[in-house]
């Protein structure tokens, strides 16, 4: 079964700082460009970042660039996004998602060969 499964998640306050793990099985994730997106209540999905498995091309959106840092384990079959200096305004759900295409990625436009089931990110004092 092609799954992605992203773990990290939490209540943190702000400047502080989580990591976030997009896990895959059933499928290498060598082959697949990763993408994380977040989508806050009332809010339309954002792209956050993504990595190309070819060459190790990062993406990262204005609003995280300089705080994210996206990175691949392909030994662990696994997709990390450290956050830090969080702010208020990244309260989300974050996903994860693969894809043979980086520019579809890089662009927001799904359809995506998989998608995780998301992951709860409140930063909050």
């Known amino acids: 079964q092609v799954q992605l499964v992203e773990s990290g998640g939490g209540l943190v306050q702000p400047g502080g700082s989580l990591r976030l793990s997009c896990a895959a099985s059933?499928?290498?994730?060598?082959?697949?460009?990763i993408g994380w997106f977040r989508q806050a209540p009332g809010k339309e999905r954002e792209g956050v970042s993504c990595?190309?498995?070819?060459?190790?091309?990062?993406y990262y959106a204005d609003s995280v660039k300089g705080r994210f840092t996206i990175s691949r384990d392909n030994a662990k079959n696994t997709v990390y996004l450290q956050m830090n200096s969080l702010k208020p305004e990244d309260t989300a759900v974050y996903y994860c998602?693969?894809?043979?295409?980086?520019?579809?990625?890089?662009?927001?436009?799904?359809?995506?060969?998989?998608w995780g089931q998301g992951t709860q990110v409140t930063v909050s004092s």
């Open positions: 990595i190309s498995s070819t060459d190790g091309d990062t």
């Open positions: 059933g499928f290498n994730l060598d082959y697949y460009h």
């Open positions: 998602a693969a894809d043979p295409s980086y520019r579809r990625l890089v662009a927001g436009f799904g359809p995506f060969d998989s």
